[in-house]
């Protein structure tokens, strides 16, 4: 997707030195773009884990060129095998929730296990990220057309798409899942506008959705996190469209804290909310929400928030993009540090509330039938 002019990838193997994968570090926008280097399977734990990298289909991206990282560091052993599944573990203990990174971790043991070399390694590690960068296209051209649907019932008015937490091209490799559709149909010429809440404690919605929108120059606005119940009881919103870090064989949905929350005032008002993931996010083994493990996270994401201080501003507020402005990022409490928080950084909207989950194979039902009907 664009970054002013320019094309970008969320990770992309380095051009100069072929064992360094490049991200984007996402913890420093919008203030500052930075490309953080990844050289080893610890860089890309803790890369995941401080969520430098993060969304569920680039996770497990990351976590592929993990393996290949491993297998690197572990080819002169002669317990290479148990070094990498060692690894792989590891890799998977890092964010419990998005079922794509055991997926891809899954993937790319197996390649080893059939082709312990380092080239079959990396060709499968470009391959999953080729193929999400392509799933999500998918997505994007079966979402497109239920925003092409409503922006014809309302004459060519604008559709106004309600998301949550940041399920765009910084989550996957490209393009997003959620935010797919919206991309395809802007450039399309279809008239659209996001609600973009600010997704706390992180603040993904706040500082990542609205970086890529304004970037990809999508009309939007930033709300706060709790607004989505007001602006769908005044009908502001035509459908709700979020991602998904885990999905059940029964179509229930696990996204980023506070995505029930929309479903059931979106419910409430009768306004259509799908779910839009890559395949890879069916988790094959459960079919109820309470199979799906919920992450806990450091509390002081609750108690501190993030950001610069006002008076580093020295050019004006309008021409502010992430490229331009390279100050440090500064930590505040909000609360009485010690008191006590929980973190839980996701929840499970239950099918009942799904109306259809769009996927790089087409839109189905969230129910059981449709899905394996989908994925058959
Ligand atoms: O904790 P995060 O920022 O990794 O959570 C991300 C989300 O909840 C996304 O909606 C989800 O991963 C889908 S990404 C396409």
């Not at 980023?256 to 979106?266: D, N, S």
């Not at 395949?279 to 928030?305: A, H, L, N, W, Y």
Request: charged share 25%.
């Amino acid at each position: 997707m664009n970054i002013g002019e320019k094309v970008y990838r969320s990770i992309w193997q380095d051009e100069s030195d072929q064992t360094t994968i490049n991200v984007i570090d996402q913890r420093r926008l919008p203030f500052s773009y930075e490309v953080l280097q990844l050289r080893s399977v610890n860089d890309v734990c803790t890369a995941i884990s401080d969520m430098a990298v993060r969304g569920a289909p680039l996770i497990g991206a990351a976590a592929a060129w993990g393996i290949w990282f491993s297998f690197l560091e572990h080819r002169a052993e002669n317990n290479i095998k148990e070094a990498i599944l060692f690894d792989a573990d590891r890799l998977k203990a890092t964010r419990p929730t998005a079922v794509n990174l055991s997926w891809a971790v899954d993937r790319m043991t197996e390649v080893c296990e059939k082709n312990p070399e380092s080239e079959a390694l990396r060709t499968a590690a470009a391959r999953i990220c080729d193929e999400e960068a392509w799933r999500s296209k998918k997505i994007g051209e079966y979402g497109l057309e239920l925003l092409r649907d409503i922006s014809y019932r309302k004459g060519g008015g604008t559709v106004n798409i309600l998301t949550h937490c940041n399920a765009g091209w910084l989550a996957c490799v490209d393009y997003g899942t959620a935010l797919a559709p919206v991309y395809l149909a802007h450039d399309k010429g279809i008239r659209v506008h996001v609600w973009v809440d600010e997704t706390r404690p992180r603040n993904q919605g706040a500082r990542l959705t609205a970086w890529e929108l304004s970037n990809h120059g999508v009309p939007f606005t930033l709300v706060a996190d709790n607004a989505g119940g007001h602006l769908m009881q005044n009908g502001l919103v035509d459908i709700v469209i979020v991602g998904c870090d885990r999905a059940t064989t029964s179509g229930d949905v696990a996204n980023k804290i506070g995505t029930y929350l929309k479903a059931l005032a979106a419910h409430d008002n009768g306004i259509p909310f799908y779910s839009a993931f890559p395949v890879s996010t069916f988790d094959m083994t459960i079919d109820s929400p309470e199979q799906i493990m919920i992450e806990e996270r450091d509390g002081d994401e609750i108690k501190k928030i993030d950001g610069i201080p006002e008076n580093v501003l020295n050019i004006p507020v309008e021409t502010l993009h992430a490229t331009s402005l390279h100050a440090d990022i500064q930590s505040f409490y909000i609360c009485q540090p010690g008191i006590s928080v929980s973190n839980y950084g996701f929840d499970v909207t239950p099918a009942r509330l799904v109306t259809g989950i769009i996927t790089d194979r087409g839109i189905c039902r969230a129910d059981k039938d449709s899905i394996l009907k989908l994925l058959s």
